[in-house]
């Protein structure tokens, strides 16, 4: 079939007519799926299980150095638990605070202590009439809701294949003492998948700053996370390229075990710098009397290692990766050519991220949903929900069966046809009917 | 013996000297027993080692309600989690969410938000040039912290067995605006063990706060934690007493399971009215995926229902009782007559206050450390850690066992006699000498 905007208009009135009837027949069928978020399926899940074994009552429960995972203490997490997830974050296990199971709880506990204390002797943002954040778009649609829940002015940054568009990071940085952080997910980004390029780390990494706070949030939810074996993306680690370019305080760096073993109950860490670290435990001992170290425990007993962990994410790829060449394929058998959307091929991660033909996102995302198949909501992945194109659609493809995601994949391309070829009728020869 | 108050100075001179004998052989058995922190011990922890069976690679680990508790989800908690923690708090499943393993981080939340955002509508603290709090005192250290962080000026309101002084709370709390919130642990109180009285009750739920903004913190960390079989006390349950008294909204109540199950693996919660819940999720929304499920279920497996863990509180009372009697024995052995000390004997919690002869607690807890027990700090159980009269000494006879807990008992008399005598000599006769 030839691109939808060289069709004549005879062409397009049929097709049009004929998605039309294809819609319908799929609204009869009364689908009720979920490509919303990026959630495991319950195969994912049961990878896990074995997990609730590695603890019983005849366990010792006891650190390697003799504490009591039961009790009170040991405010940044269990040494061992700090080397499985040092290994697993590329980092120092020193430079490791384990929290407990939502890394997001972990991020918007990090602003909310920059907004009522400041950062490092730094003016607590709540006492600053303007404070300004850089957000890569398309993002990660809780990223911003924490930023906007503080009232933070939120700038778009485009981005690329290779990361975000540097120029404008590094103009806007370097002059506006106003602009405090930036949201970044490095690797197998939420939602294009795409990772950074060594020179967009080391650009990061170079960054000079108007403000002293200034600091990079690094959320690299999705480090381990690969679809292949052999085709695997690397990141430049950004603590030690800071260090290695004297900005060692720039960076607060998250990740978690949720989509490793079990989102509601996985353990969550943060890696800085020993300053940052010095701050952030002036508020975390007086914040809590430690976190979860029974289920650190269970983790680290689960995995081994790192290579335990390794093998284990082997297991998750081998459930997902069927779904994300299901989907990839669909777009491509049922869009390819006809010049009314992209998408991205990652290689790693939860998501894959469509772009439409202008102004049709909400519109495809509305007639999935009358058909009964829910996608992520148009604009969610803009800050304040608000894709100036309206054309960015997230697809999460894990948590569906591959039978239900085979026809919410084909239903999408139906809407996605639908929607672009009337609004392109609309735009083309609308003027001419009325 | 008689009071030290009433001895000749020759009597004094020479308990003083056989004191300081004594104190020196304690100091020569090279101790090292801590009785600073509220600490179950081991046999406690290990009264909850089935919980580390009741889930396994087998179990079904989804909720009553079909939701899979190891997925995202469920922001406020499983609702069986709700019935169970309900029943401890005495309040309606409806009116809890479940939280993670810290009841202060909880509380300390609680005060973040209403600092950054403002409760219910009300102006953020952190706009506001003044917030001010009362504190019931002796209390406890990590709740004068919280506020402390927060630079909110405390007030200190003076507490008897039947609660904080009402007439001071319902005068400050009615007439000064910036006053926002009070710390109250009703029940078994920390560190005096004493309960509000049913007329303390009566009297918080009728306050008439000139703040609308203004909270009851009702920290009710002991309310299941009995020592006796026979002698309890009750509380009235403030949320329905509020709500009867036309004031639903001015309780937040916290809760864990910290010092029933594991104290790094329990359960928090709080429970409050509708128009509070609906206040908080907009906030939780933002800062969380959810609290851990899988732990929230292992809970309610474990104990089945209130009467289960009414059941293993008995457990725990009958290793703690005896800690307790050995503390209230020796104190009353070595200390009774001689006037230089009162102590509580509370029927359940998890401390004994002890006063001292005014000006002696500091060197008591200082001589303790000397010979090898730890203590909570003097002043602790005071916010900015200032007992005015450098009195009181929280003692927390849990952790150590009985045989180490005989000998810091003792060692504690040991020193509060050598202090006290000391003191009261350089009171009396100190003009003479020189």
Chains 1, 2 share one sequence.
């Not at 850089?134 to 649609?141: A, K, R």
């Not at 690094?218 to 074996?229: E, K, T």
Request: net charge negative; charged share 25%.
């Amino acid at each position: 079939m030839k691109p939808y905007a060289e069709m004549t208009k005879e062409e397009l009135s049929e097709e049009i007519a004929s998605l039309k009837k294809e819609y319908a027949q799929f609204q009869k069928l009364g689908l009720s799926l979920d490509m919303s978020r990026g959630k495991p399926c319950k195969e994912q899940l049961d990878l896990s299980m074995e997990m609730m074994d590695v603890l019983n009552s005849s366990s010792d429960l006891y650190c390697e150095n003799g504490d009591d995972c039961r009790n009170y203490g040991v405010l940044t997490g269990i040494q061992e638990a700090k080397v499985l997830i040092g290994d697993m974050m590329e980092n120092n296990p020193d430079n490791i605070i384990i929290y407990g199971n939502s890394s997001l709880n972990v991020m918007y506990d990090t602003v909310a202590r920059a907004y009522t204390h400041g950062i490092m002797g730094n003016t607590p943002w709540c006492k600053l009439d303007k404070v300004k954040w850089l957000c890569p778009v398309p993002g990660y649609d809780r990223h911003f809701a924490i930023t906007q829940f503080f009232g933070i002015e939120m700038i778009n940054v485009p981005t690329s294949p290779s990361g975000p568009d540097m120029d404008i990071v590094e103009a806007l940085v370097s002059s506006d003492e106003a602009i405090k952080g930036i949201w970044c997910v490095p690797k197998y980004s939420n939602p294009t998948g795409w990772s950074y390029s060594d020179e967009t780390v080391r650009r990061f990494a170079r960054l000079k700053p108007a403000a002293k706070d200034f600091r990079i949030f690094w959320d690299n939810a999705y480090g381990v996370h690969h679809l292949y074996d052999d085709k695997q993306d690397y990141l430049i680690e950004i603590l030690a390229e800071c260090k290695r370019a004297g900005n060692p305080d720039m960076v607060y760096k998250f990740a978690s075990t949720s989509k490793i073993t079990f989102p509601g109950s996985g353990i969550a860490a943060m890696a800085t710098s020993p300053n940052n670290l010095e701050d952030i435990l002036t508020q975390l001992k007086v914040q809590t009397i430690g976190h979860d170290k029974v289920n650190q425990l269970r983790h680290v007993r689960f995995f081994g290692d790192i290579h335990g962990m390794v093998e284990h994410m082997r297991k998750h790829a081998d459930i997902i990766r069927p779904k994300f060449e299901c989907v990839e394929d669909t777009l491509e058998k049922e869009l390819g050519g006809l010049g009314i959307g992209s998408w991205t091929k990652p290689l790693g991660g939860y998501f894959i991220s469509f772009d439409s033909y202008p102004g049709c996102a909400k519109d495809i995302v509305d007639k999935c949903k009358k058909a009964g198949v829910k996608m992520t909501k148009a604009g969610a992945t803009y800050p304040y929900g608000k894709d100036p194109k309206d054309s960015n659609i997230r697809i999460a493809p894990t948590y569906p069966s591959m039978e239900e995601l085979q026809k919410a994949a084909k239903l999408f391309t139906v809407c996605v046809k639908y929607s672009c070829a009337e609004k392109i009728y609309s735009e083309r020869f609308k003027k001419e009917d009325q």
